[in-house]
């Protein structure tokens, strides 16, 4: 009898065990550079990434920060804080091309209701925050090969001076090599790429040094998400219900770029080919087939 109880406990323990195993490696390794501060649809893809992690889908190994302006980091220590996401690992773009305070850091940090602050933020940059480029060496030295979904919602200059970085403490491969082992997709945010606007889009000028050399150099697939995709969730997801609500949740004037970003990240079925270099200005002939999965986790639908 005792033995027919000890092979059932041990067939269910492995049972969980395997489950266990399951769900541990079914999490995708995300990386997200924002440039928190300037649009809030930063922070809804935060919040997005957040939830995902809290069900399990992903597992959001660190955030780096490429606008340089301190109450960036601050917003974002205090953020992932206000949704349980405790001491995340933060790099920060120093001497950055972006500095200014934006519309939201230092109101939202300053905002008291019924005698409380709403956000609390733990770390500031006096706390020996990494440069961006160098805790992504040490996250993707960490990781498996090829595993990592790298999403990045602003100007590109983490990703270049990761790119350029050379062997150090975490790596023996320098920065091209590295991604090219580690990263199974770059999903970004900048460009246009239609022939409705016509304008230079904010991401790429920003730095656009650090765009050339992302765009050129950067080995693993590309998904870039321009400027007007955030305005036609119906082109990508072909629903209205998911337009819809799309138009709800940034009541109809945001950008909702970065929010499709880690969609297209995420739930591409094939990613594109590599980005020809970046000129000045507007970029062309760059938007390549993209197909979101319907049978995806994150799939809107
Ligand atoms: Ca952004």
Redesign the pocket.
Known sequence: MFKYIAIILITVSLFCSCAQQKETTSAIPVILD??VG??I??VLAMQMLLNYEKKGKIDLLGITISKCNPYSLEYIDAYCRFNDKYDIPLGYAYNGMNTDDGHYLRQTLDTIIDNNKILHPKRSLKDHIPEGYKLLRKLLAEQEDHSVVFIA??PETNLARLLISEADEYSELDGKALVAQKVKLLSV?GGLYGNEFDFPEW?IVNDLNAAQITFKEWPTPIIASGWELGNTPHFLFGSRRAEAISRILCRGFLSKT?VTTIHLGLCSRRASSHLPAVSPGRVKDCLLGVTPRRDCPFHPN
Request: glycine share 10%; aromatic share 0%.
């Open positions: 924002t440039d300037n649009d649809d930063d919602l602003g945010m991401n970065a």
